[in-house]
């Protein structure tokens, strides 16, 4: 797959029912994972690259067989360390 101009493709993190600091989740929170690891980006794309994991809007996709998520670059609001 070739993703074009400020595309990224995302792969959801796995949802959890409590935090490592021990907050238990909404239902809400449980059903909308908005954290991802970057699986590709576009040309256009200069701050990620593949394995940086992101908080993001999502636009969901099914790509090798896995749930996956299409944004732009504008719809990722941070990285997470």
């Given at each position: 797959?070739?993703?074009?101009?400020?595309?990224?493709?995302?792969?959801?993190?796995?949802?959890?029912?409590?935090?490592?600091g021990?907050?238990?989740?909404?239902?809400?929170?449980?059903?909308?994972?908005?954290?991802?690891?970057?699986?590709?980006?576009?040309?256009?794309?200069?701050?990620?690259?593949?394995?940086?994991?992101?908080?993001?809007?999502?636009?969901?996709?099914v790509?090798?067989?896995?749930?996956?998520?299409?944004?732009?670059?504008?719809?990722i609001?941070?990285?997470?360390?």
């Amino acid at each position: 797959m070739r993703i074009l101009h400020d595309n990224v493709l995302l792969l959801p993190d796995e949802i959890v029912e409590e935090t490592p600091g021990g907050i238990i989740l909404s239902d809400y929170s449980k059903k909308t994972p908005n954290t991802a690891t970057v699986m590709g980006v576009g040309k256009r794309v200069k701050d990620l690259k593949k394995g940086d994991r992101v908080i993001f809007l999502k636009v969901p996709v099914v790509y090798w067989g896995e749930k996956m998520f299409f944004t732009k670059r504008e719809d990722i609001y941070a990285k997470v360390t």
